[in-house]
């Protein structure tokens, strides 16, 4: 197999092509001939039934204009253009407002918020505000009503996670997916926005590495010569409690899924951290032991020599015996024994979770224990030969016996892998070229060889890699049209599985039937009650509520010695498995803010104060603490909104203001002093985060947008760092007492929560369009809104249930339809 190396001119070829899709918006999809398209992508004139929209407010046109101009035009006029975000009404008419919708957009989000006019501003009551905004709203849905605009976006390429996913469900191999491709890049919070996933040389040797050695391990390799694979522990996970999915009885260490390329021999290196001076760190070391084992199986078993590193040029390593493993994936453990028995807090057990043992050990000498930094797995030495896999299972659907069955075969192979990996049928020419690829490497090698290698074409064809969608050629630039069933599958089960769509979805597309608004609805159903559709809460919630963040905060031990890596991922699992559980169960979006459950382990369980809890596993607790319901009260959130050493009122604000109400605060002004740069010692006095923070609002460049931001975070400000429930910050009792933007008094969670519900037509606002930036891969635009508003109307007639929402996304136009590409746009991506 090594000879298929100059193979890669063509990977290197297609995936160049990849780029020319992406980028350039013509009505030409393909440098081929497309494939025939099926009648859902005829163009059509698309013409939706006029959407329900409010009745016509009282106002008249002269009325809304004389409201702007005594409530508004005071401060946003031509004249402070420069603070007001730009925006002057001082020539505005509302008669012109759908040919500004983006400006009236931004009016209405901040009216229905309460945000505008400001405190203290002179205000009309609330039924004249509502008037004016259901004006302005019903004049811009029946706009957008008769003439509705799907919007455009360039075609997508497939992320790390959805790449990672894809490979999962067509080879059944799961891989590390950061060990060959670049991190995204995140755009209003999402890894999936189009037009900012960049096409870089350093991508494109990232998918031919990612098809080489993927198609390696789903074949398997006979020929497999000896490599390494690495994990890497932080020093600061905890090493006190068992590691999920490691044997009963170990503690610490990792337990990971790993494919084996062939039968044969491998073994194992372990490197354990070092303490400050360069030896073994933790001790006591008599009897300490760790142990390797495969399924759960032990293979090794090695004693740890507190002198090893004064024995072993290469520091603290060691090396297990070889090994024998057979091919495919297993899980793989290097875990220490457990030599601590009795209940966890008893005296003679080290501190249990934690940073204690680790840097507190040091510090108090207390019984820290042994780390595990580095775990490597290598070979195969020596192959002797491939085992059945789960892998091989999928993609040797049959098996020659002669040579004169082998070409048919492998047709027969590679025809239903690439049907299912370019989510639809196989153009004739992409087949041919497939087959070459299969001829080619059966010419130097034997059949799997051949197969093997067109696997690795289709894991580098960019009709894998890009969601490439057909255009009606008979389009002009700017017209719109319903794309092809195919394309709504793949749309479909990329929103709610992160992957490519299943037999069953394609067949209903190929059929022509998946259009049909009953056999679209059972496959949403269908798509929603499968575990795939986990990913709405590990993909989009956490993307939408920035758990992605909470790597990035890591609380200084000198104060927040309890905390430790693996209190922070259990603190992300809580919160997919949270959101995950309201979708599953079909309670009402609010429930994000009020659900009086939670999943939690023994490890967070304990950071809560939750008593009887024992073990890895997570389960659903009942909340007594009303302060703590919901994801206001969830580590992972308030973890991501502090910083090392105190909580952030100022982050915890924008947070809120940014995720739950969809209007982040403008970036601070230039010049203006950090809050670490406010002294923290006042005659003597260490100063809570509260009065440091009154001083640094003293500065009137601060005091206009952190009047708005603080009170949010300020509620919120007697959960520390980590979580913890407090009372008082640097010796001074907290205070969370604010005033909310529209007047209403906040004293704590409880009260933010029902400030937030008490304007929960703006967080349904926030949360679909959140909901339908993730599902189209696009920003949300201004014309999106008419759109939007629809869903939540719709929702709130269900008591703003998930399964209002999703179906409510996918039913919509922007989702169902396309746009030809702008000419601008194209020539733009022609550049």
């Not at 901040?110 to 006019?117: D, H, I, N, T």
């Not at 039924?127 to 455009?152: C, H, K, M, Q, Y």
């Not at 067109?454 to 049209?481: D, N």
């Amino acid at each position: 197999m090594k000879r298929a190396l100059p193979a890669v001119g063509f990977f290197v070829v297609a995936v160049s092509l990849a780029s020319a899709f992406a980028t350039a918006q013509g009505p030409v999809a393909s440098a081929r001939p497309a494939a025939p398209q099926s009648a859902a992508a005829a163009p059509v004139t698309v013409k939706p039934a006029v959407a329900h929209v409010p009745t016509s407010a009282t106002l008249t046109v002269a009325e809304q204009n004389a409201l702007v101009k005594q409530y508004c035009v005071g401060c946003h006029n031509d004249r402070n253009k420069d603070r007001t975000s730009g925006l002057s009404f001082q020539s505005f008419d509302a008669s012109q407002i759908v040919e500004h919708s983006d400006v009236a957009e931004r009016m209405i989000r901040r009216l229905r918020s309460g945000m505008m006019p400001p405190v203290g501003a002179k205000r009309p009551d609330h039924a004249t505000i509502d008037a004016l905004v259901s004006a302005f709203e019903t004049r811009i849905d029946r706009a957008a009503a008769l003439n509705p605009n799907p919007g455009w976006r360039p075609s997508q390429r497939l992320n790390r996670a959805e790449y990672q996913r894809a490979v999962k469900d067509l080879l059944a191999v799961d891989i590390d997916v950061n060990q060959f491709l670049p991190a995204d890049t995140l755009s209003d919070g999402f890894d999936n926005i189009a037009d900012t996933q960049t096409i870089s040389s350093t991508l494109m040797e990232g998918y031919l590495r990612a098809a080489s050695q993927i198609s390696r391990l789903a074949v398997g390799d006979r020929n497999a010569s000896p490599s390494s694979t690495t994990w890497k522990v932080p020093r600061t996970a905890s090493q006190m409690r068992h590691v999920e999915g490691a044997p009963l009885g170990t503690r610490g260490g990792l337990s990971v899924l790993h494919v084996f390329p062939a039968d044969g021999e491998y073994f194992f290196k372990i490197m354990l951290h070092m303490g400050p001076t360069g030896d073994l760190f933790g001790g006591p070391y008599r009897g300490e032991q760790i142990e390797v084992s495969i399924d759960g199986e032990r293979v090794a078993l090695m004693d740890i020599n507190p002198r090893m590193n004064e024995q072993d040029p290469n520091g603290l390593t060691m090396q297990t015996p070889k090994v024998d493993i057979k091919a495919g994936q297993h899980r793989v453990s290097a875990a220490f024994v457990q030599r601590f028995d009795g209940p966890a807090d008893d005296l003679i057990m080290p501190i249990e979770h934690t940073l204690a043992d680790t840097n507190i050990g040091e510090v108090f000498g207390t019984t820290a224990l042994t780390h595990l930094r580095d775990f490597t797995v290598a070979g195969p030495l020596h192959v002797t030969g491939v085992s059945e896999t789960e892998s091989r299972r999928r993609i040797f659907t049959c098996r020659p016996t002669t040579a004169l069955e082998e070409s048919a075969c492998a047709a027969d192979i590679v025809r239903k892998l690439a049907s299912q990996a370019y989510r639809g049928s196989v153009p004739a020419d992409d087949f041919k070229d497939l087959m070459s690829f299969y001829e080619r490497g059966r010419k130097d090698g034997d059949f799997e060889s051949g197969i093997r290698l067109a696997v690795q074409a289709i894991l580098a064809s960019p009709r894998f890699l890009f969601r490439i969608e057909q255009t009606p050629s008979t389009l002009k630039a700017g017209q719109t049209y319903r794309i092809a069933d195919n394309d709504l599958a793949s749309r479909l089960s990329f929103f709610l599985w992160g992957s490519m769509p299943d037999a069953e979805l394609l067949k209903a597309a190929s059929q022509g039937t998946l259009r049909n608004p009953a056999v679209f609805e059972k496959q949403v159903k269908r798509l929603i009650s499968d575990r795939r559709s986990e990913a709405l809460s590990t993909r989009f919630a956490s993307q939408w509520l920035r758990l992605q963040d909470v790597d990035k905060v890591r609380p200084d031990h000198h104060f927040y010695s309890y905390w430790d890596t693996t209190l922070s991922q259990a603190m992300v699992r809580e919160t997919e498995l949270f959101v995950d559980s309201l979708i599953r169960e079909d309670r009402p979006v609010t429930d994000l803010l009020t659900a009086d459950h939670t999943f939690v382990n023994e490890r967070l369980a304990k950071h809560y104060g939750i008593p009887n809890i024992l073990g890895d596993q997570f389960r659903r607790v009942t909340i007594s603490d009303v302060n703590r319901r919901g994801v206001l009260g969830q580590g992972s959130v308030l973890l991501l909104t502090s910083i090392a050493d105190r909580t952030s009122p100022v982050l915890r604000g924008k947070w809120v203001m940014e995720v739950l109400l969809g209007s982040p605060p403008p970036p601070p002004p230039p010049n203006v002093p950090l809050l670490e740069e406010t002294k923290a010692v006042d005659d003597g006095k260490t100063l809570s985060t509260r009065e440091r923070m009154e001083m640094h609002r003293k500065n009137p460049a601060c005091n206009s947008c952190h009047r708005v931001i603080d009170p949010l975070g300020l509620a919120l400000e007697n959960f520390d760092v980590t979580g913890v429930w407090r009372i008082k910050d640097n010796g001074a009792g907290v205070d969370p007492v604010g005033d909310l933007y529209d007047g209403t008094k906040l004293d704590g969670p409880i009260a933010l929560r029902n400030a937030l519900l008490k304007h929960q037509d703006v967080f349904m606002l926030s949360f679909t369009e959140s909901l339908m930036t993730y599902a189209l891969g696009r920003r949300v635009e201004s014309y999106d809104m008419p759109a939007i508003r629809q869903i939540v109307r719709d929702a709130k007639a269900k008591n703003y249930r998930f399964s209002a929402f999703i179906p409510g996304v996918a039913n919509s136009a922007a989702f169902r339809m396309g746009r030809v590409a702008p000419a601008e746009s194209t020539t733009e991506a022609a550049r």
